[in-house]
């Protein structure tokens, strides 16, 4: 057993919750890097007025002491400020009918959400499925990032275009969408550098870590696609032409290029990792689309929530955030150690038995 997370909360719920377990103890940990990197998924060009309201920080509940994670699951929490504004329609008690929301919106979880669990007000359904939930990931993220900091392990990602465009039209083309009440996507790119080689596995399908790379990036909020290196470009190309040759000097194996994006055969090849996403425009518009009223069966427009122009640059923070609970997860399943000296002297024997015996 690795490293795992569960969170919990509503998007205008009080707060939210989220439990990480699997870290060694002895990781020192910083508040302020975990808000720092909270207050990066909130920002951004295209953001929405929500951002102005919640100003996120991070709590400890439990796994922490003397600013050291002790083994036991770390418990974090981020209060939501919007909160006062919602409780009557949040609570408990229930709501007249003419305050449900019964429009469900295309490309949202709300219609087939609220079939499934059989709910008649949508906003059980959008609550939790809205992309607030992933500030608990962002959380346990930067948790993993500080872990795989002294593993030798860095993260980092940028916003390659937005709505088809990049470099100095992008703010161009996000105005233009939000003056027509319109959405936009975009494609990021995260990299993964100092990530040893075997990590995963390729014996079973579900060991191979760019599944689960893959999986983890695909259930970001709006994300559509993932590619890993050169993977569409790839498929256009002879074999001649993709595969990353192997090359030997002084006893050190190395390549050339890194089509692969740092994975063969479901496990990383010591090269470093890279992952793009491409996410698909926010479903709420203040233009809203065509739907059907699924109290009364009629044909509406879709409900309009608060929301943003353009959240491409949080994608992109969760998405190192993502990347970071998974290489986390892959190095103590592989390197095991209750406390983080055991992990690190694991690390540092197997890094040193793959240089000595294959030049890696």
């Not at 509503?10 to 940990?29: D, N, Q």
């Not at 640059?313 to 406390?339: H, N, P, S, T």
Request: overall charge neutral.
């Amino acid at each position: 057993m690795g490293v795992r997370f569960l969170s919990g909360g509503e998007s205008h719920g009080s707060r939210l919750v989220c439990i990480l377990e699997g870290l060694p103890a002895g990781v020192k940990v910083s508040s302020d890097f975990i808000n720092a990197e909270l207050k990066r998924r909130q920002g951004g060009y295209g953001r929405g007025g929500r951002m102005k309201i919640e100003s996120d920080r991070v709590e400890f509940l439990s796994g922490i002491r003397f600013g050291e994670t002790i083994g036991s699951p770390v418990t974090l929490s981020v209060e939501n400020r919007d909160w006062k504004n919602w409780q009557e329609r949040m609570s408990a008690e229930g709501v007249e009918f003419g305050e449900r929301v019964t429009n469900a919106r295309p490309g949202h979880a709300d219609l087939t959400g609220a079939a499934k669990y059989n709910r008649v007000d949508v906003r059980d359904i959008l609550e939790r499925s809205s992309a607030r939930e992933t500030t608990m990931r962002v959380a346990a993220g930067a948790l993993c990032k500080i872990f795989l900091k002294a593993c030798g392990v860095e993260i980092s990602g940028e916003v390659i275009s937005v709505g088809g465009v990049s470099g100095d039209k992008i703010k161009a083309r996000i105005d233009e969408a939000k003056s027509l009440g319109d959405t936009v996507g975009g494609i990021f790119e995260i990299k993964v550098s100092g990530v040893p080689a075997g990590l995963g596995s390729h014996i079973q399908w579900d060991k191979k870590l760019d599944g689960k790379i893959a999986a983890a990036f695909m259930s970001i909020q709006a994300i559509k696609a993932v590619e890993l290196g050169d993977g569409f470009l790839n498929a256009t190309k002879l074999g001649s032409e993709v595969h990353d040759e192997i090359f030997i000097d002084g006893g050190k194996i190395y390549r050339e290029t890194n089509r692969a994006g740092g994975f063969e055969g479901g496990m990383t090849n010591g090269e470093d990792l890279i992952i793009r996403a491409a996410m698909k425009p926010i479903p709420t518009l203040m233009k809203p689309l065509r739907t059907v009223d699924i109290a009364t069966k009629l044909a509406t427009t879709a409900s309009k929530e608060r929301s943003d122009t353009c959240a491409i640059w949080a994608a992109e923070v969760v998405g190192e955030a993502m990347a970071a609970i998974v290489i986390a997860d892959a190095l103590v399943e592989k390197f095991g150690g209750d406390a983080l000296c055991d992990t690190l002297a694991n690390l540092e024997s197997y890094r040193a038995r793959l240089a000595r015996d294959f030049g890696l």
